[in-house]
């Protein structure tokens, strides 16, 4: 069973889905490009993916980013 994502990175999963790059993503959350890094590891462990493509594709499959 895979981990729920946090609203974090549910927003940082949506900007990737927006086609964002990590550094474009830090500027618009306001957050530093280690702490999008980090979401982005978390969010690839937590759904048993190593590649953003899958993620959105997942998050788009269980309606959490349009």
Do not use: W
């Not at 474009?24 to 937590?46: F, M």
Request: glycine share 4%.
């Amino acid at each position: 069973m895979k981990s729920e994502l946090t609203p974090r990175e549910i927003e940082v999963v949506q900007e990737m889905a927006n086609g964002l790059s990590s550094e474009k993503i830090a500027e618009k959350l306001l957050i530093s490009y280690n702490t999008v890094r980090s979401h982005k590891e978390n969010i690839y462990h937590k759904l048993c993916c190593h590649d953003g493509e899958y993620a959105v594709a997942y998050c788009f499959r269980k309606r959490l980013i349009e």
